[in-house]
């Protein structure tokens, strides 16, 4: 554990001398609603990037990339049915306030098709990797031109084939050509999600399992967002709950949230808008976000057979003159990972005190479909630059020196990359 602070305290350091903490975040959540939303929000299609040209002398020939699912309905039916099951008891009982028999109501109209298909992609997710699919060929053409080889791997889930098939759609509309192999199985899951491979497959790397030596996120809830205050709204007692929570992973109120961030990726209209204030809201969201950061500190090295599969197939495509991709579909939790890993524009960075976390890491950039690219660029003389790519806007390495603009060489990038590994070796289970 010494050495895993010590390692982020380091990253801390550096990511101070380049003035990248966003001081302004809480702004930046009260001007756009749509960022409370964090991973259970849709990917902003109007806010893809203009990409910058290509150092001199140097093209674009071979791309890694990973992918989130597009827009889905809630992946747990726990969504759901804890809801509507406090909901009838508190109907029963007679708790609800005017404004929660308002609520409940609207709600049991509701819930029904999201919960028949929980966990299924939307219409709205397959049409945000078609655009990226699309946006992809339409930056990088020379790369995809003529029959190109492209190798797609897909986690089990249906949400994941089908944007894996949406994102290959919108990259052949550029190039019909091409000659994309896609791939759906268990033992591509020790790739696409490590964690959640078959357990026969399934590896543990040191740091993973280590506690993080900071505020509990339920601990940062209680403290930071008198959830009292929003039960009050919806009930006139709702002492009645933790007796329903008792056998759950899941808490009621976890659930309402990831419900009023989420419901916005299948329907339009804001049903659920109004229960939240927008402080109540700005103060949800950080805790939501302060989760997800916290369960990474050290889950993020869980990925490091990803990582190691991306610079693998990264170098063994370098001098394969047909091959233009690999494409990989997965899940947030796992691109969480790999960028927190990484410290993609320092979202890795783990600060002194739990406030200071917003600063550092917005869930929101693990939106429904987020995406990460890798692109590759070589000169005559064989030297290898890359860049990053997240959510089709150029990215930072803060660990990395740049050769010029947010391009890094190759080289650079193994001899970081191969002391994490070194550093976090596989535990025999």
Same mark, same amino acid.
């Given at each position: 554990?010494?050495?895993?602070?010590?390692? &982020? @305290?380091?990253?801390?350091? =550096?990511?101070? +001398?380049?003035?990248?903490?966003? $001081?302004?975040?809480?702004?930046? +959540?009260?001007?756009?609603?749509?960022?409370?939303?964090?991973?259970?929000?849709?990917?902003?299609?109007?806010?893809?990037?203009?990409? =910058?040209? @290509?150092?001199?002398?140097?093209?674009?020939?071979? *791309?890694?990339?990973?992918?989130?699912?597009?827009?889905?309905?809630? &992946?747990?039916?726990?969504?759901?049915?804890?809801?509507?099951?406090?909901?009838?008891?508190?109907?029963?009982?007679?708790?609800? !306030?005017?404004?929660?028999?308002?609520?409940? @109501?609207?709600?049991?109209?509701?819930?029904?098709?999201?919960?028949?298909?929980?966990?299924?992609?939307?219409?709205?997710?397959?049409?945000?990797?078609?655009?990226?699919? !699309?946006?992809?060929?339409?930056?990088?053409?020379?790369?995809?031109?003529?029959?190109?080889?492209?190798?797609?791997?897909?986690?089990?889930?249906?949400?994941?084939?089908?944007?894996?098939? @949406?994102?290959?759609?919108?990259?052949?509309?550029?190039?019909?050509?091409?000659?994309?192999?896609?791939? #759906?199985?268990?033992?591509?899951?020790?790739?696409?999600?490590?964690?959640?491979?078959?357990?026969? *497959?399934?590896?543990?790397?040191?740091?993973?399992?280590?506690?993080?030596?900071?505020?509990?996120?339920? #601990?940062?809830?209680?403290?930071?967002?008198?959830?009292?205050?929003?039960?009050?709204?919806?009930?006139?007692?709702? #002492?009645?709950?933790?007796?329903?929570?008792?056998?759950?992973?899941?808490?009621?109120?976890?659930?309402?949230?990831?419900?009023?961030?989420?419901?916005?990726?299948?329907?339009?209209?804001?049903?659920?808008?109004?229960?939240? !204030?927008?402080?109540?809201?700005?103060?949800?969201?950080?805790?939501?976000?302060? $989760?997800?950061?916290? =369960?990474?500190? !050290?889950?993020?090295?869980? +990925?490091?057979?990803?990582?190691?599969?991306?610079?693998?197939? =990264?170098?063994? #495509?370098?001098?394969?003159?047909?091959?233009?991709?690999?494409?990989?579909?997965?899940?947030?939790?796992?691109?969480?990972?790999?960028?927190?890993?990484?410290?993609?524009?320092?979202?890795?960075?783990?600060?002194?005190?739990?406030?200071?976390?917003?600063? &550092?890491?917005?869930?929101?950039?693990?939106?429904?479909?987020?995406? *990460?690219?890798?692109?590759?660029?070589?000169?005559?003389?064989?030297?290898?630059?890359?860049?990053?790519?997240?959510?089709?806007?150029?990215?930072?390495?803060?660990?990395?020196?740049?050769?010029?603009?947010?391009?890094?060489?190759?080289?650079?990038?193994?001899? &970081?990359?191969?002391?994490?590994?070194?550093?976090?070796?596989?535990?025999?289970?």
């Amino acid at each position: 554990m010494k050495r895993l602070m010590t390692l &982020w @305290a380091g990253i801390l350091l =550096s990511c101070l +001398v380049l003035s990248a903490q966003q $001081y302004d975040v809480l702004d930046k +959540v009260k001007a756009d609603v749509r960022k409370s939303y964090g991973m259970e929000g849709p990917h902003r299609l109007d806010e893809f990037g203009t990409l =910058s040209k @290509a150092p001199a002398g140097y093209k674009p020939f071979y *791309i890694s990339h990973y992918g989130r699912h597009g827009s889905r309905y809630a &992946w747990n039916s726990k969504t759901y049915t804890l809801i509507r099951d406090v909901f009838k008891k508190a109907g029963k009982k007679g708790l609800l !306030t005017p404004y929660g028999q308002e609520f409940a @109501a609207k709600y049991m109209d509701f819930y029904q098709e999201p919960y028949i298909n929980t966990g299924d992609l939307v219409p709205l997710g397959y049409d945000q990797h078609l655009a990226i699919g !699309t946006f992809v060929y339409e930056q990088f053409p020379q790369v995809f031109k003529g029959r190109k080889k492209v190798d797609a791997l897909s986690s089990t889930g249906q949400r994941c084939i089908v944007s894996m098939g @949406a994102f290959v759609t919108g990259l052949m509309s550029g190039n019909p050509k091409l000659m994309v192999r896609m791939q #759906s199985d268990h033992m591509g899951m020790g790739i696409i999600a490590p964690p959640s491979a078959p357990r026969a *497959i399934r590896k543990t790397f040191k740091g993973q399992k280590d506690t993080p030596e900071m505020e509990t996120p339920e #601990s940062f809830f209680q403290r930071t967002c008198n959830p009292q205050e929003v039960l009050d709204k919806l009930f006139t007692d709702s #002492s009645f709950i933790a007796d329903m929570e008792k056998d759950e992973e899941e808490t009621f109120l976890d659930q309402l949230f990831e419900l009023l961030c989420g419901y916005h990726n299948y329907v339009k209209e804001p049903l659920f808008d109004d229960l939240l !204030t927008d402080d109540q809201r700005l103060k949800f969201w950080e805790a939501a976000s302060y $989760y997800s950061f916290y =369960s990474d500190i !050290t889950a993020r090295y869980g +990925v490091i057979p990803l990582l190691q599969d991306m610079i693998d197939k =990264s170098e063994a #495509s370098f001098d394969d003159t047909n091959r233009a991709a690999h494409l990989r579909f997965g899940h947030d939790y796992i691109l969480e990972g790999l960028v927190t890993l990484l410290n993609v524009n320092n979202l890795g960075t783990i600060p002194a005190k739990p406030e200071e976390a917003k600063y &550092w890491f917005q869930n929101y950039n693990i939106p429904m479909a987020a995406t *990460i690219l890798f692109v590759f660029y070589k000169n005559k003389s064989g030297d290898i630059l890359f860049k990053v790519v997240l959510n089709e806007n150029e990215a930072t390495l803060p660990e990395l020196t740049p050769v010029t603009g947010n391009y890094y060489r190759w080289s650079d990038f193994r001899a &970081w990359t191969d002391q994490i590994i070194k550093d976090h070796p596989q535990i025999e289970n």
